[in-house]
C-alpha cells in the first residue's frame, strides 16, 4: 500500500544549536472520527511496502531466560520484562511498519543532513530500524544497542553494527553521535534524567536526538470504552504494575521537560493517536488501527505475563485466564479507544 509521504509524529531535540528547519507536519490527527461501516476501507496487506536489505553481524549473550514459554533476554536477565523470542520479533516487525505509516515513510523526523556521519540506534530490538537507516545514509556508521543479541539480523548493511548493551549503564561510546533515535523503550528505562543526560554526553553540538514513544493510559473519547470495562481497566492494572517495578508508562509526556533540563534545545513535540482497530474514518487511520490491533492482541500477553507474575505474583494461569477477558473486550468493535503517540 502506498501512502503520501508527509513527515509526522515524534519529539525532536537538538542539542545546543538552534534554528530546526521541520517540515510541515501532517498527522493523521488526535481527533479520530468512527466510522459507521469500519471494515469497508480495510485492505488485506500489512504495509509491508518498505522492506531493508540485509547483510553482517551480532553477537553473544544467548543464556536466555524461558518463563512462561516465552524467551527472554539473558544480558542483565530480568531488566526488561518483554520476551525477545521470534514471536516478539515478528510483533516487533509489525510495529515497525505501523511505524513507517504514521510517519508517511520516514524513519524520522529530526533535520539532519545527507552527510551526516555516525548515529544511533537505542534499544534497537530487531534492528530493521538501524538497518533501515543505514541503508539511506550509506555516509553514516550506524550503531544499534539493546539488551537482546543476537536477534538482530548477521547480514546488515557494512556500515551497521549492533552491540548489546544497557542503555541504563554509563555510556562509554568513542564517539559522539550526529543523531540518535529512541523508540519505544518507555519499558525499559527508570531514570529518564539520566538517560537524557547520557545522550547530551553523546551527542556532538548541533545533533539530535529523537524519541518515537507512546504513553498510557488508552484514551477513549466518546465514552464507548467505559474505564471499568475489561481492556481500560488492564491498561490502569498495568500502569500499577509497571509503577510497582519503578516504571513510568506516562513518561514519555515528561520527556520535553525533561530534555530541556538536560541542556537540549529546539525541543518539538508531536502528537497522534493510534487507533485500536479499524474503527476510525480513513483509509489510513484504518490500517493503523488494523495493524495496532494485531499488535496488541500479540503484546497483551508479552506485555503482562512478566510484569503480572514476577511483579504482582499473579499466577501464570490467573493471568492467561483474565488475558482472555481483556482480549474479547479488545476484539468488540464497538469500543473506540486508542494509544496516545
Ligand atoms: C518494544 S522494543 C522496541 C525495539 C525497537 N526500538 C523498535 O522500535 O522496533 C523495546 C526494546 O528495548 C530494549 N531495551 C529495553 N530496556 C533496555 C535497556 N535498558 N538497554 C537497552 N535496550 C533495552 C528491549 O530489549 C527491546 O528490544
Avoid at 553482517?56 to 520476551?83: C, F, N, V
Avoid at 531514570?191 to 545533533?207: A, Q, V
Amino acid at each position: 500500500m502506498e501512502w503520501d509521504r508527509e513527515p509526522i509524529v515524534a519529539l525532536n531535540a537538538r542539542l545546543r544549536v538552534r534554528s530546526a528547519n521541520f517540515d510541515e507536519i501532517s498527522l493523521i490527527g488526535t481527533t479520530l472520527e468512527v466510522d459507521s461501516e469500519p471494515m469497508d476501507d480495510v485492505d488485506s496487506t500489512n504495509g509491508e511496502d518498505l522492506d531493508s536489505t540485509a547483510t553482517s553481524l551480532a553477537s553473544a549473550a544467548t543464556h536466555y531466560r524461558y518463563e512462561h514459554g516465552r524467551r527472554y533476554h539473558a544480558y542483565k536477565d530480568g531488566k526488561y520484562h518483554l520476551p525477545n523470542d521470534e514471536q516478539e520479533i515478528s510483533r516487533l516487525e509489525l510495529q515497525h511498519r505501523i511505524w513507517y505509516l504514521t510517519l508517511n515513510g520516514r524513519s524520522h523526523l529530526a533535520p539532519i543532513p545527507e552527510s551526516i556521519t555516525n548515529a544511533l540506534d537505542v534499544g534497537c530490538g530487531t534492528g530493521s530500524w538501524a538497518i533501515d537507516f543505514a541503508t539511506m545514509y550509506p555516509s553514516a556508521e550506524v550503531i544499534g544497542t539493546d539488551l537482546s543479541g543476537p536477534i538482530q539480523p548477521t547480514n546488515v548493511p557494512p556500515n551497521c553494527t549492533f552491540l548489546i548493551d544497557d542503555a541504563t549503564a554509563d555510556w562509554a561510546f568513542p564517539k559522539k553521535f550526529d543523531f540518535i533515535h529512541v523508540r519505544m523503550i518507555s519499558i525499559g528505562i527508570k531514570d529518564w534524567p539520566r538517560f537524557f543526560n547520557e545522550c547530551f554526553k553523546s551527542l556532538k553540538p548541533g545533533g539530535w536526538v529523537e524519541m518515537q514513544e507512546w504513553s498510557a493510559p488508552f484514551g477513549c473519547d466518546d465514552g464507548s470504552a467505559p474505564l471499568d470495562t475489561p481492556f481500560m481497566r488492564w491498561g490502569s492494572d498495568g500502569k500499577g504494575a509497571a509503577a510497582k517495578a519503578g516504571l513510568d508508562v506516562q513518561a514519555a509526556k515528561k520527556f520535553p521537560i525533561y530534555l530541556e533540563q538536560s541542556g537540549f534545545v529546539d525541543v518539538q513535540e508531536t502528537k497522534t493517536k493510534w487507533p485500536l482497530g479499524p474503527w476510525p474514518r480513513g483509509k489510513r487511520e484504518k490500517k493503523i488501527g488494523e495493524l495496532f490491533l494485531k499488535d496488541m492482541l500479540e503484546a497483551l500477553r508479552a506485555a503482562s505475563i512478566g510484569l503480572y507474575t514476577r511483579v504482582l505474583g499473579w499466577t501464570e494461569e490467573a493471568v492467561d485466564e483474565w488475558l482472555e477477558e481483556v482480549k474479547k473486550d479488545m476484539l468488540d468493535p464497538k469500543r473506540h479507544t486508542y494509544m496516545p503517540m
